[in-house]
């Protein structure tokens, strides 16, 4: 059990720290939040599961990329552990975003060779 | 750190539960009902304690704090298995405590700083090209280094004193005693402790004479009495002023046959044309000389020196500096080192049993291991858990060791042969409790690395199943325990062989023939001090008349005789002589050991006269000077030609102020004599001169008495003569020859009891462990042998069949402890004398012993076999 989710961290890690880091890009969110705006943004196509997902905020918060802590949510009457990006998180994220641009040009180029002509 | 931990696990607790709750929340805004919502909610969060655990796993300490747990649990089982504990720690002690007593020595002699500031920056100064000897150089050459100015901070000489007379203070006594200028302790960096030190007027030649004492001789003869100094003390029938008292275990770093107990202020001329060679030069380097800078400065005045003194010192002569450190390590030789690696041998056959130990417990550990791996422990997770519980051990074991080293520290040093222990106290310091700490948790790693891997790899279904306890892994764990037996075996031989080499040679040196004969003999030395009693030669020689005169009456004393040196006590001092009319020796000097005889000397020793005519109470101060010298001589200067008739000349090479008034004729030849050590395969150039035909001032001699009894219990009767002839006069080291020639060779007894003890335990444990594993393989087997003995086999042939397998385990041990002694034995060539490192008989022996021990060590567990009840062996099943 635990190596599958284990794998599946493995296998998404750096593109799940890039969409938790671009979910924190509007504000601070906490765990939940996080993971319903993924799930949003990406119109239902992505589901992270809590173990990818808690292990990964808690790895980006060692690396330094996010801090957390307990805040009062708007909505709600109590306090929840939100996230949010740090200057280095924001760094990183320019950073994640302008390789997986190369990256999506360059598959965009191989996938449609005719349209470069 | 347990509280941070607290809260962030309640934190996580929390997150996750939000988590739960805004999911259920949502579901339910979409039209869920409460106990649905919480139910779908729950189903697509999953598990939670896994979320947890793998989330907690991103926590930087989570390492830190599994290996808490790991302790806590190996320290439980460690607990819960007493005997297995113990046998552990006991092994590991014993190889941990004998390296850390070896350790002990290396690190006082090999690594400690000498105790002295900045010792780094102290060092002998000698000249390369001494024809003469060893480190010495002469008075003229200290005086001309001396002229060179700005590369030393102080440099100093300093000369063995031998002994003075101590008297006025209770009964007379010969105290060792160094000679050093007045720059020495400036050159140490150390000052008395109590007391002014020298003054400079005692440094000139005509001032007064002043003295240090040391601190042991200040509390036994003063009674520790602060008044004393400045006090006149006689000594050598001399006042002398007491200018200080040394601090407890001071000593010059450059040792004297006895420890020194009095240092005496040299009191050096501005000039001299002194040729003697007893000097050695200490000095202290100014910051910034180098010591090529050093000897490129001193070497100019040598080559000065050349002209005046040209058969003294030579004309390419050169200077060179070695640190005080350096140049007592390289006196201690390689034995240290050598027993450092037979301790840690031991070590290895220590760790090796330990793991065999965790071996055949992780075998009934199997369904543990198992049950844990199927709850989801990792392999890693499990090599980590057995690796904490062997790493527990191995500190616990260098502690013991510790414990071991300091119950057995007191037989060690009385082992450690006095010019190794010079020079700082061996002792458990701080280095050295790391030292075993260190050597703890390394033979925690390496006895349980291997167990650990072995026993993390379990086939879950093999072990789990009901039955059968060799499991998934009997076959590889027997592979893995037998290659550790074999090289506890093997290392054993390695260490059996050494000690048998060093016995060996330790025996064959006691049996060597030095061409006297030692029993029965009692010796002692007595010194005559410069005083109006003595202070003469003829009454020195009226003197030993008289008391040789007494002892000759005594019951049981058959000769009396008396020499300068004692053949195998000290080494003759080497005279430079001219060879007179002969052209081979024309105008080149030769130097061969001087001593002075009695008449009697030839007969106390039962050392035969070859040719020619003994020296006889006619060889007086007024007759002929004749000589006696030994074949050795003969042969190197006259060859086939008789010696008989030629002369020699003392001294002549030095020049007129050191020659005697005429040259010797040779009287005798005298058989061979070993002189200096028992390892001596060719015999020094002797000479014998008649005491009463010497020069100089009248000198101290050692008596040698050959008795018809037990040489010891003459010892009161002769205290006695000596004292009603001479009150003042001490009797010094009364000793029986054989104890002489015995001290002799205590270089070679200290490493010869330690390598035998040594191959002792490395014995016992491989006999340990080729008893446990055929142990464990009967344990093993029971079923198997069950059913043989059910089908018929005799108890003779299960006992065959259990004895085969250990013994053909010692045998490739064997063999490989051949293999490797072949190559490690090679390096006790120095230690070894009239034997080969490849001497087959001793290879031979010393594989049969290791056999017969493992033939031992398979018989218990062997004849347990072959009680084995067939009916009960089967029903086990």
Redesign the interface.
Same mark, same amino acid.
């Given at each position: 059990? !635990?190596e599958r %989710? !284990?794998n599946r961290?493995e296998l998404l890690q750096g593109t799940l720290d890039f969409i938790i880091l671009q979910a924190l890009r509007w504000g601070p969110q @906490? +765990? %939940? +939040?996080i993971? =319903?705006v993924i799930r949003t943004n990406s119109h239902e196509a992505f589901q992270v599961? =809590? +173990?990818s997902l %808690?292990?990964a905020l @808690? &790895?980006l918060e &060692?690396n330094g990329w996010v801090t957390s802590s307990?805040e009062m949510a708007k909505d709600k009457n109590r306090e929840? &552990?939100f996230y949010r990006l740090t200057a280095t998180g924001k760094k990183q994220l320019a950073a994640e975003e302008s390789k997986w641009n190369q990256l999506v040009t360059a598959i965009a180029r191989m996938m449609r060779p005719a349209e470069e002509n | 750190m347990n509280d941070q931990r607290e809260k962030r696990e309640k934190e996580l607790e929390r997150e996750l539960r939000d988590h739960l709750e805004l999911d259920a929340e949502a579901k339910m805004d979409r039209g869920l009902g409460a106990e649905e919502a919480r139910y779908a909610a729950r189903r697509d969060f999953g598990n939670t304690t896994l979320v947890k655990e793998v989330t907690r796993e991103m926590w930087a300490w989570s390492f830190l704090e599994r290996f808490a747990q790991n302790v806590r649990y190996g320290l439980r089982v460690i607990r819960r298995n007493p005997g297995f504990t113990a046998v552990a720690i006991l092994t590991l002690a014993l190889g941990i405590g004998a390296n850390t007593a070896i350790f002990s020595v290396v690190n006082t002699i090999f690594l400690k700083p000498l105790p002295f500031p900045e010792s780094d920056r102290m060092f002998l100064v000698a000249r390369t090209n001494n024809r003469i000897g060893g480190t010495n150089i002469s008075l003229p050459i200290y005086l001309a280094w001396k002229e060179k100015q700005g590369l030393f901070d102080a440099l100093g000489m300093a000369r063995p004193g031998g002994t003075v007379t101590l008297s006025g203070r209770g009964d007379a006594e010969q105290i060792p005693a160094y000679v050093i200028s007045s720059e020495v302790l400036s050159v140490l960096g150390v000052g008395p402790a109590i007391g002014r030190g020298f003054q400079p007027d005692e440094a000139k030649v005509g001032g007064p004479s002043a003295v240090l004492i040391s601190d042991t001789l200040w509390r036994r003869k003063f009674s520790a009495d602060p008044n004393v100094i400045g006090q006149t003390i006689t000594l050598g029938g001399r006042p002398r002023i007491v200018e200080g008292v040394m601090a407890r275990g001071f000593e010059i770093p450059i040792p004297v046959e006895r420890e020194a107990q009095i240092w005496v202020l040299a009191q050096v001329p501005s000039t001299s044309q002194d040729p003697s060679n007893f000097t050695f030069c200490i000095g202290r380097l100014s910051h910034g000389v180098t010591t090529a800078q050093a000897e490129s400065v001193l070497t100019t005045p040598i080559a000065g020196l050349h002209d005046l003194f040209p058969k003294m010192i030579s004309a390419d002569e050169r200077v060179h500096l070695t640190t005080l450190r350096a140049f007592t390590t390289k006196r201690a030789g390689t034995a240290p080192l050598l027993l450092l690696g037979a301790a840690g041998f031991v070590l290895l056959i220590a760790c090796a049993n330990v793991a065999n130990l965790f071996l055949s417990r992780a075998t009934s550990r199997q369904r543990e291991i198992a049950v844990r791996t199927a709850m989801g422990a990792t392999r890693s997770q499990i090599i980590w858990q057995l690796l904490t519980e062997s790493l527990l051990l191995g500190p616990a074991g260098g502690l013991a060791g510790l414990f071991v080293c300091y119950l057995s520290f007191d037989f060690v040093l009385s082992l450690v042969p006095a010019d190794l222990a010079h020079f700082g106290d061996i002792s458990l310091d701080g280095r050295v409790l790391a030292f075993s700490l260190l050597l703890g948790i390394l033979t925690g790693v390496l006895s349980g690395l291997a167990p650990a891997l072995q026993s993390s790899t379990v086939d879950l279904n093999a072990a789990l199943k009901e039955g059968k306890a060799g499991g998934g892994f009997g076959r590889k764990r027997g592979r893995l325990s037998a290659a550790l037996v074999v090289s506890e075996v093997g290392l054993s031989l390695v260490l059996l062989v050494g000690a048998a080499l060093m016995f060996q040679t330790l025996a064959g040196l006691l049996r060597t023939k030095p061409g006297f004969d030692s029993h029965n003999m009692l010796t002692f030395a007595v010194g005559l001090p410069h005083n109006s009693v003595f202070g003469t030669k003829e009454k020195a020689i009226a003197f030993y008349d008289n008391f040789d005169a007494r002892l000759s009456a005594l019951p049981g004393v058959q000769q009396v005789s008396y020499t300068s040196v004692l053949p195998l006590d000290q080494q003759a001092p080497d005279t430079l002589l001219s060879v007179e009319g002969n052209s081979k020796f024309d105008g080149k000097s030769f130097d061969a050991g001087f001593r002075f005889i009695n008449p009697e000397y030839l007969h106390a020793f039962h050392i035969p006269l070859v040719r020619g005519r003994e020296i006889t109470n006619a060889d007086s101060t007024d007759s002929e000077p004749v000589v006696m010298i030994n074949q050795t001589m003969a042969r190197r200067i006259w060859g086939d030609d008789d010696p008989i008739g030629q002369h020699i000349w003392f001294g002549k090479p030095m020049g007129p102020a050191s020659m005697e008034p005429a040259p010797r004729r040779v009287v005798g030849i005298v058989s061979d004599v070993i002189e200096t050590a028992l390892e001596q395969t060719e015999a020094n150039s002797t000479m014998y001169v008649p005491y009463a035909q010497t020069h100089g001032p009248a000198d101290g001699a050692t008596f040698a008495i050959r008795t018809s009894q037990d040489p010891h219990t003459l010892t009161p009767a002769v205290r006695e003569i000596l004292h009603s002839l001479a009150p003042d006069l001490p009797l010094r080291a009364p000793k029986t020859m054989d104890e002489l020639v015995s001290e002799s060779v205590v270089g070679h007894r200290f490493p010869t009891i330690l390598i035998s003890l040594f191959g002792g335990i490395a014995l016992l444990i491989a006999a340990v462990g080729v008893y446990g594993v055929i142990s464990y393989s009967v344990a093993q087997r029971t079923h198997e042998i069950g059913i043989r003995v059910a089908l018929g086999a005799s108890r003779g042939r299960i006992l065959r069949m259990v004895l085969t397998r250990g013994l053909r385990l010692a045998a490739i041990g064997a063999i490989v402890g051949l293999i490797a002694s072949h190559w490690l034995t090679a390096l006790l060539r120095d230690q070894l004398f009239g034997i080969s490192p490849s001497d087959p008989a001793t290879l031979i022996g010393a594989t049969l012993v290791l056999m017969a021990v493992a033939f031992a060590a398979c018989w218990i567990p062997a004849r347990r076999a072959t009680r084995v009840d067939p009916l009960v062996a089967l029903r086990y099943e």
């Open positions: 059990m !635990k %989710y !284990k961290i @906490h +765990g %939940y +939040g993971s =319903t599961p =809590t +173990g %808690y292990p @808690h &790895r &060692r307990w929840f &552990r | -």
